[in-house]
C-alpha cells in the first residue's frame, strides 16, 4: 500500500537522510556519492532503490534504502565509523547500520574517570540493572549506587548483527530540566537526551520500526501492517484544552529507556522520571490519537507511540518488569497493548498471561474478595480497592502484607503508618497512582480492548475512582485518624486538579472521561 509521502517517510528523518548525503559528497567517493544519490532518488520516487537485503520481519515491508557513510550524526550524537558502512534509518528516524561496524569515536565523547558523563551502553538491559550513562544519579538522595562504570563501552567497539548501541549526552547541571508532565518539578536524571544504533545483518525496510533495543533477535514490525482504522475519530470535547499533537510528537519521537527501575536515567530532555508522569503522558498521547484529527496528521504520533510498546515489549521478554512500587512502575502497559492491537500482534495483546506481576497498575488494583481474609467489602463499601504500595501477585497474595499491602478493609483508624506520621497506603493512592490510570484505562474503553487487557478490577478502580463521592468518606478518615486528603488534588472524581499548573491542558483527561466513558 502508498504510503502518504511526507508524513510517513520523509519528514521523521529527512534530517538525517540529507545528513548522510552531504557527508557522503564531502568525503568525495565515487562509489558512495552514486550510492547515495541513487538511494535518495528511489527515495523521492518510490523505487525499489539501488540495493537492498533480508531481514527477519513481521509483517509487510517496502524496499529498503541504500547507502553507505563513514559516520552518523542523531540529535547531537556522532558515531564515527572505522570505514564506510551500508546506513538506513527506521521508519521513526532511527539509524541503522549493516554489519560489522567498528565505532572509533563518540561525540561528545564519554569521559573515563568520576564524574562520568556521556556514556553508552551496549545491548540493554544490563545484566545487574544498573546504569552506566551517568554517574551523577540522585532524586534528591544520593542513588550513585546504581551507577556502574563497567558497563559503559569507549571506542574502539566493535559490534555486529544484533548488537545495539545506546548513546548519552549528560546534561551540565543535575536537576535543571523540568520533569515531563509535572513542570513545578525537575526530572531526577542527569541524562539529556539518547540516540540508538542498531546493527542489522541486512538492510530494513523503510517502513520498519527500529527493532527494541533489548531484542537481540531483532524482530521488525512494519508501519505499513498498522490497523490504523482500529483508531477512533471522536470530536475533542473541549477544543482549548486539547493539546496539539506536535507536543507529544516532540516527546515520543526519540527513544524512551526503560530499564531501569526508578527511571534514574531517563533522558530528561523528553522523558519523564517517574512512572505517573509516564502514565500521564501515553494517557495524554494515547487519547490524542482517538481524535479526529486528518489521518495523516496522526501518523508520526501513532508512529512514535508503537516504537514506544515494542521497546518495552522487548525489554518485558528480556526479563525487565514494572511490579507495584507506588507511583514508579505505572504506564508501561498501555502502550505495548496499543502496538499489539494495532500490529495484530499475539504476543503484545497476551502481556497479562504471558508476564504475570509485571505491572504497577494491575497489581494495585483488586477485588477485596480475592485478598486473603474472606472480605466482602472495604470499609466504605467498595468491593474493588488499591492493592498498596507493592500490590499483589496475580493470585490475590499482597508482596508484602502490613505497611505495604492492601489496608482497606480495615478501618481508617487501624491503617499502618510509615515513620509514624504516614498512611503510605492512602497517601500514595491519592497523590500518585490513582489519578494517572483514567486517560489509561479510558484509551482501553474506546479501542474496546478491555479483553485484550485481561485484567477487570482495573478498569472497576477506575471507574470507582472517578464516580464514587468519597466526600464523607474523607470526613472519616480525618475524624478517625487525623489526616486529612480533602485537598481538591487528592480527591475522586477528577485528574484536573493534579494536573492544573503542571500541565497546560490540564483538564483534557476529565473532558474526555465525561464526554466518552
Known amino acids: 500500500m502508498h504510503k502518504p509521502f511526507i508524513s510517513n517517510w520523509l519528514a521523521p528523518a529527512s534530517e ?4 548522510l548525503l552531504v557527508a557522503g559528497l564531502r568525503r568525495g567517493g565515487a562509489g558512495t556519492i552514486t550510492a547515495l544519490l541513487c538511494w535518495l532518488l528511489a527515495s523521492l520516487l518510490g523505487l525499489a532503490g539501488c540495493g537492498g537485503g ?7 515491508g517496502n524496499p529498503a534504502p541504500s547507502g553507505s557513510a ?8 556522532t558515531w564515527t565509523f572505522s570505514q564506510a558502512v551500508p546506513v538506513g534509518q527506521f521508519v521513526n528516524g532511527d539509524y541503522y ?23 553508552s551502553v551496549k545491548n540493554l538491559p544490563t545484566a545487574n540493572g544498573k546504569s552506566g550513562f551517568d554517574s551523577r544519579l540522585n532524586d534528591g538522595v544520593d542513588q550513585s549506587w546504581w551507577f556502574d562504570s563497567s558497563l559503559r563501552a569507549y571506542p574502539p567497539i566493535n559490534l555486529n548483527p544484533g548488537d545495539t548501541l545506546v548513546s548519552s549526552i549528560s546534561l551540565a547541571q543535575i536537576h535543571s530540566m523540568p520533569e515531563v508532565m509535572r513542570a513545578s518539578d525537575m526530572s531526577a536524571s542527569p541524562v539529556k537526551t539518547v540516540s540508538v544504533l542498531t546493527v542489522l545483518s541486512a538492510a530494513a525496510s523503510a517502513d520498519g520500526f527500529r527493532p527494541s533495543y533489548c531484542d537481540r533477535s531483532q524482530t521488525i514490525y512494519h508501519a505499513d501492517s498498522l490497523q490504523r482504522n482500529l483508531l477512533p475519530s471522536l470530536a475533542p470535547p473541549n477544543p482549548s484544552q486539547t493539546p496539539a499533537l506536535a507536543q507529544f510528537e516532540t516527546w515520543y519521537r526519540r527513544p524512551w529507556i526503560d530499564t531501569d527501575p526508578f527511571l534514574f ?22 487519547l490524542l490519537l482517538m481524535l479526529n484529527f486528518p489521518d495523516s496528521d496522526k501518523i508520526n504520533l501513532t508512529n512514535y507511540f508503537v516504537q514506544y510498546g515494542i521497546d518495552l515489549h522487548g525489554c518485558l521478554q528480556a526479563g525487565v518488569s514494572w511490579p507495584a512500587f507506588g507511583g514508579h512502575r505505572s504506564g508501561r ?30 497489581m494495585q488494583t483488586v477485588y477485596i474478595n480475592r485478598i486473603p481474609g474472606n472480605y466482602q467489602q472495604a470499609w466504605q463499601g467498595a468491593t474493588v480497592i488499591y492493592g498498596g504500595h507493592y500490590g499483589l501477585k496475580a493470585d490475590g497474595t499482597p508482596v508484602s502484607a502490613g505497611l505495604y499491602g492492601p489496608y482497606e478493609q480495615l478501618q481508617p483508624v487501624d491503617w499502618p503508618l510509615i515513620n509514624g506520621n504516614e498512611q503510605l ?9 490513582s489519578v494517572s490510570w483514567v486517560g489509561e484505562a479510558l484509551a482501553i474503553h474506546l479501542l474496546h480492548a478491555e479483553n485484550v487487557w485481561n485484567y477487570p478490577a482495573f478498569f472497576d478502580y477506575v471507574d470507582r475512582w472517578m464516580t464514587e463521592d468519597d466526600a464523607q468518606a474523607v470526613a472519616d478518615i480525618k475524624a478517625q485518624s487525623g489526616f486529612d486528603y480533602s485537598a481538591n488534588w487528592a480527591r475522586q472524581g477528577q485528574t484536573r ?3 492544573q499548573g503542571e500541565f497546560p491542558q490540564y483538564s483534557f483527561i476529565d473532558d474526555m472521561w465525561n464526554t466518552y466513558r
Open 54 to 60: 533480508s531481514q527477519t520481519t513481521v509483517g509487510s
Open 333 to 362: 502497559k498501555l502502550p505495548i497493548i496499543f502496538a499489539g492491537i494495532l500490529l495484530n500482534n499475539d504476543a503484545m495483546k497476551n502481556v497479562s498471561a504471558a508476564y504475570p506481576d509485571s505491572f504497577g497498575e494491575d
Open 497 to 499: 486538579f493534579w494536573l
Open 97 to 119: 547500520v549493516v554489519g560489522p561496524v567498528t565505532i572509533t569515536a563518540i561525540d561528545p565523547a564519554p569521559t573515563t574517570s568520576a564524574p562520568y558523563l556521556n556514556g
Open 70 to 77: 563513514s559516520s552518523i550524526t542523531k540529535d547531537g550524537i
Open 425 to 433: 497506603g492512602e497517601a500514595y493512592r491519592r497523590c500518585c497512582t
Open 265 to 286: 536515567d531517563a533522558p530528561a530532555e523528553y522523558m519523564p522520571s517517574y512512572g505517573q508522569h509516564i502514565a500521564f503522558a501515553d494517557s495524554y498521547a494515547a
Open 16 to 19: 538525517g537522510k540529507l545528513h
